[in-house]
């Protein structure tokens, strides 16, 4: 049988009848050993629980779940999301329309674009790779030397290297060492709990430094004095070692959530300081303008 239109799935049974199999327009699942030699599209999912041959394979139209050895030589695109679980090859590879989740070493030299999240948790090489539309989580080692932009979040969890990424469109939260060298966009928190350069992202100017804080629904305007250290960046939360209380909006003093007393014209310290370029950590939180202060 050359075409299915619908759904096939491949047993032991059957595998023998569909040798000359070119095409299934709805979902494939391999639960037996499966050679395909003529095989070129799937239409729907492609479920691979054991091991399958597909040498002339250029598509699949939904996901592709890899639970067993593939060998797709040809395979230029997967439409929905891809899951790899076992060795996979896919040398001609360039799209991912939607998730890619890696929990078995691969490799895709010319992938360019995923569409989804993806999900580092082996060794991956993506030479070509330039962008991960939404979140990218790397929990194994992972190179991505073109990769210039992640329109989620960015956790990073082992070692990363991405040379050319410029933004980030989320979060991104540093649990191992990371350097980006040309990182210049944060659109979300950034949380650091190991060694991380920036050199290129935008820190808080030195000097005397205004800043604004929201206790309940009352505004102190601080002044973090030069002398004192700071981290954080223009248009989020920052912290500041120690400040002093210029205006309090209504009042002489204020209180914050966690019990900081705030008095107009005395310095307040918060109860240690974290340098770590850290959002949520010690520190006198505050943000640079009155605005974002009274937004939060």
């Not at 139209?61 to 899951?83: C, H, K, M, N």
């Not at 933004?167 to 990371?178: E, I, K, Q, R, Y």
């Not at 992202?201 to 505004?219: A, Y």
């Amino acid at each position: 049988m050359k075409t299915v239109d619908g759904n096939l799935i491949i047993t032991r049974e059957n595998a023998a009848e569909y040798a000359e199999l070119e095409m299934v327009t709805g979902d494939l699942y391999v639960r037996a050993d499966f050679s395909a030699p003529v095989l070129t599209s799937v239409g729907g999912y492609l479920y691979v629980h054991a091991d399958f041959s597909a040498p002339v394979l250029t598509s699949v139209g939904g996901g592709l779940s890899v639970r067993a050895d593939f060998s797709a030589p040809v395979l230029t695109s997967v439409g929905g999301g891809l899951s790899v679980h076992a060795d996979f090859s896919a040398p001609v590879l360039t799209s991912v329309g939607g998730d890619l989740s890696v929990r078995a070493d691969f490799s895709a030299p010319v992938l360019t674009s995923v569409g989804g999240y993806l999900s580092v948790r082996a060794d991956f090489s993506a030479p070509v790779l330039t962008l991960v539309v939404g979140n990218l989580d790397v929990r194994a080692d992972f190179s991505a030397p073109v990769l210039t932009s992640v329109g989620g979040g960015l956790s990073v969890r082992a070692d990363f290297s991405a040379p050319v990424l410029t933004s980030v469109v989320g979060n991104l939260d540093v649990l191992a060492d990371f350097s980006a060298p040309v990182l210049t966009s944060v659109g979300g928190y950034l949380y650091v709990h190991a060694d991380f350069s920036a050199p290129a992202l935008p820190t808080l100017p030195d000097g005397d430094l205004d800043g604004w804080k929201k206790c309940g629904s009352t505004i102190v305007h601080l002044r973090v004095p030069t002398e004192a250290h700071r981290v954080g960046r223009p248009g989020a939360k920052c912290r500041a070692e120690f400040a002093d209380v210029v205006e309090i909006a209504g009042s002489n003093d204020a209180t914050s959530e966690r019990g900081g007393v705030y008095r107009v014209g005395e310095r307040v310290y918060p109860d240690s300081f974290d340098p770590l370029l850290t959002i949520c950590s010690n520190g006198i939180h505050f943000f640079m303008t009155r605005k974002e202060a009274q937004d939060y």
